[in-house]
């Protein structure tokens, strides 16, 4: 069984990300009362390139949970579990924002330019090649925790 | 004898190189197998330490691997340059690919673990590999492979072995040296065994076992050089009064003084030895005539002669001395000691303190002295001993006043033998002591008979030999025989010889006494001929003196004779003692002896000695 969820260098952009995105998952730990749900919630805009590529992961499972794809704009906020925001959806996640800011969601921006503070986990493409920031300061007010070895890869820590 | 004394140091040597070379090889398994556990202890230390390190490496790397992030994963894998025994390693992911390796340039055939037999590791000759899964939360990612080299392992098992070798020699050396110290003692013992077994341990001189060897070997040398040698025997005629008088350790410093003297009279090539006893031999090398034996012997004999000095006391010792020659005498060893033997012997009969060269002839006189002896035994029962008696005048009153008895043997296989021939071997015997009593015990009743109808009663005499004296119940024993017989004691004179009396006067005195209290008279027979001691002399519970027949033989014509014969005489009357003469022969003899006053007359003038038988008529005509 393939547990990796990419294979190297050839994946395309996005299935790489989606790979990334499953990773995070796993070096990611909730509080205690975090995950109330059976299923680990994964909340993305639908009918995006990255939400297709995401179907990939979709049935996996991590910290005990079948991971669910569901969508931004039908999914209220407060259910997800990890939370992706991309360029298209600034104007979404600025309503979204308030709604979550104190809950132990995991904040993932596809968007170099939403890096200010609010997301705890930034992908951004630098020298042809995926790289991530990780703000552990956010994580952490949310009572969130990241492996060390996460820590290790991330381009930057905040 | 030579190979002998060699033959026990080789065996030890044999024994001290077998014992070391076994030791060595010993402790070179010991090392052997010791090197063996050491490398299989390094090496399953260098697989734990190997595994616990890639496990933490797979643990920390996981992430990286998931990340395919090869920047991290070969920074992760670079903390293992550190360890000195790194080959390299690779980590791959779960396709097989290569994420990431140290050092940069390390390539190799990435081997399945089946290849392992089923095991994660594999040690070939110079390498241990190891693959290790990489799992995050159960999940294996990915796969590292170690590969480490064994160098370190056998420089540490290199220089173990060097100490253990170092130590086993150390050991070895320490145990060679230990062993060489067991094997000098042993040897120690070996050399004062083989003292003992040649040794005397009184003297210090060599035994009769090394004297047998030492015989042997100077024969073979007279044999090659063509030079005769010549074995002289000592037998001590009085030894054995000296251990009884003084005890045996004043014995055994008479013969360290003895054999001293011996060895000084003695060359340098001579050879002496105690065979035991009061028993010493002497090789003479290069003997050339019986002079010159007989000289040697003449000076041993002077040199024993002088005192011996033992704490306060001085001791007179002879010796017996019989020489025998090889060639001459005897073909080889054996019968030389025996022919020695036989000339000791014949000096010992012809009186001791004495040499003898040996004869021929003296092997049959040996044969014909056997011959005797063994008759001897039978003697008595047999009737052919028997009593003559000579009788003994007063020269005042011309009367009778007892006979001297005397022992005769009519032997039926050799006719009259003399009593010069037989008393000796009795005595030798111990037959004496039974002869002895039987004299006693006949010339006891003989006396009572005559005496029944006489009214002047007569005495006899008897003679006492050395050995029945030393007896100290002879005294109770002639009480008895008095008592058995009925004869009162006065009717019986003994009669002991000076030498006997003054050669241990201390032991006899009592003796002495004993007889004299019960009423019996004591004579000194031969007076004149030994060395008395007028203080013992006087002290003595004597009745006579009897003078030598030597003396009074020349009375009539030698004036020296006539002034010791009047010395006795003068000398026993001023003690109150009867004085006896022996052996007269002559009106002459008796004239003279009358003249100077002697008590009582003994001899042919008056009549030979007559048998029993033949005394009743005898006394018939003298009245």
């Known amino acids: ?158 | 004898m030579k190979n002998k004394a060699k033959n026990p140091p080789e065996i030890t040597h044999k024994l001290a190189f077998a014992s070391t070379l076994s030791a060595g090889v010993a402790l070179l398994l010991t090392i052997a197998l010791l090197i063996v556990i050491e490398f299989f202890a390094l090496r399953n230390a260098l697989l734990e330490d190997s595994r616990i390190e890639v496990s933490i490496l797979a643990d920390n790397v996981s992430a990286a691997l998931m990340f395919q992030d090869g920047a991290a994963a070969n920074e992760i894998l670079r903390s293992l340059n550190v360890s000195p025994d790194l080959v390299g390693i690779v980590l791959l992911d779960d396709q097989r690919v290569t994420l990431a390796k140290q050092p940069d340039g390390f390539t190799r055939q990435i081997p399945e673990v089946k290849r392992f037999a089923q095991t994660d590791y594999h040690f070939s000759l110079t390498r241990l590999e190891i693959l290790s899964p990489v799992s995050y939360k159960n999940n294996q990612v990915g796969t590292l492979y170690l590969v480490k080299s064994l160098k370190t392992l056998f420089k540490r098992l290199g220089i173990y072995a060097l100490a253990a070798i170092a130590a086993a020699i150390i050991a070895l050396f320490v145990a060679v040296r230990l062993l060489a110290r067991a094997r000098q003692s042993v040897q120690l013992a070996e050399q004062n065994l083989h003292h003992l077994a040649h040794i005397d341990p009184v003297t210090g001189l060599a035994n009769r076992h090394a004297f047998n060897e030492r015989l042997g070997f100077a024969i073979e040398e007279s044999q090659q050089f063509s030079e005769p040698l010549a074995m002289l025997l000592f037998d001590l005629d009085n030894f054995k009064q000296v251990n009884d008088t003084l005890g045996h350790q004043a014995g055994d410093e008479l013969l360290r003084m003895l054999a001293q003297r011996i060895a000084k009279a003695l060359r340098r090539d001579d050879t002496i030895a105690r065979l035991g006893g009061d028993e010493f031999a002497v090789i003479l090398k290069k003997i050339t005539t019986s002079d010159e034996a007989g000289q040697i012997c003449d000076k041993m004999v002077a040199t024993l002669a002088k005192p011996f000095q033992i704490g306060s006391y001085d001791f007179f010792v002879t010796a017996s001395i019989g020489a025998a020659f090889y060639p001459k005498d005897a073909g080889d060893g054996t019968t030389l000691i025996r022919n020695a033997d036989t000339a000791m012997y014949q000096a010992k009969v012809s009186g001791k303190n004495t040499f003898r060269l040996f004869l021929p002839v003296m092997n049959a006189k040996i044969k014909q002295r056997h011959s005797l002896e063994t008759s001897l035994h039978t003697a008595l029962e047999k009737g052919e001993l028997s009593l003559h008696y000579q009788p003994q005048f007063d020269f005042k009153h011309g009367s009778i006043v007892g006979f001297e008895g005397l022992l005769r043997w009519n032997s039926s296989i050799h006719g009259h033998v003399s009593p010069d021939n037989f008393i000796p071997i009795a005595e030798d015997t111990g037959l004496i002591v039974e002869i002895g009593d039987w004299v006693i015990k006949q010339a006891l009743s003989d006396i009572q008979k005559w005496n029944q109808l006489r009214p002047v009663k007569l005495q006899v005499a008897v003679n006492l030999s050395a050995r029945q004296l030393r007896d100290k119940d002879i005294a109770v024993r002639v009480a008895e025989l008095l008592a058995e017989a009925a004869v009162p004691a006065e009717w019986l004179e003994i009669e002991l010889t000076e030498s006997m009396v003054m050669e241990n006067v201390h032991a006899h005195i009592d003796t002495f006494q004993r007889l004299k209290i019960q009423g019996v008279k004591l004579a000194i027979d031969d007076f004149g001929t030994g060395y008395s001691s007028m203080s013992y002399l006087k002290r003595l519970p004597i009745t006579s003196l009897k003078i030598d027949r030597s003396f009074v033989r020349d009375l009539a014509t030698d004036k020296n004779d006539l002034a010791i014969s009047a010395a006795i005489i003068a000398l026993g009357h001023s003690l109150g003692l009867t004085v006896i003469a022996e052996g007269v022969e002559t009106e002459d003899q008796a004239n003279a002896l009358f003249a100077l006053g002697c008590d009582v007359g003994q001899g042919y003038l008056y009549s030979r000695p007559i048998p029993a038988e033949a005394v009743p008529q005898f006394l018939a005509n003298y009245g």
Not at chain 1, 103 to 130: C, Q, V, Y
């Open chain 1, 1 to 158: 069984m393939t547990t990796c969820a990419f294979s190297a260098q050839k994946a395309p952009e996005h299935d790489l990300k989606a790979a990334y995105i499953y990773n995070f998952i796993q070096f990611t730990e909730w509080p205690e009362d975090g995950l109330k749900s059976s299923t680990l919630n994964v909340c993305a805009s639908a009918g995006t390139v990255l939400y297709v590529a995401l179907q990939a992961i979709v049935g996996k499972t991590s910290h005990n949970r079948t991971i669910a794809l569901k969508s931004l704009q039908t999914t209220p906020a407060t259910d997800c579990n990890v939370l992706i925001a991309e360029k298209s959806d600034r104007e979404l996640y600025s309503q979204i924002r308030p709604k979550i800011a104190n809950l132990p969601i995991l904040t993932i921006s596809d968007d170099a330019e939403l890096t200010t503070g609010d997301f705890m986990i930034t992908i951004a493409i630098l020298n042809e090649r995926i790289r991530f920031v990780i703000n552990s300061t956010r994580a952490l007010e949310v009572k969130m925790v990241f492996s060390s070895r996460l820590l290790r890869l991330a381009a930057k820590v905040l």
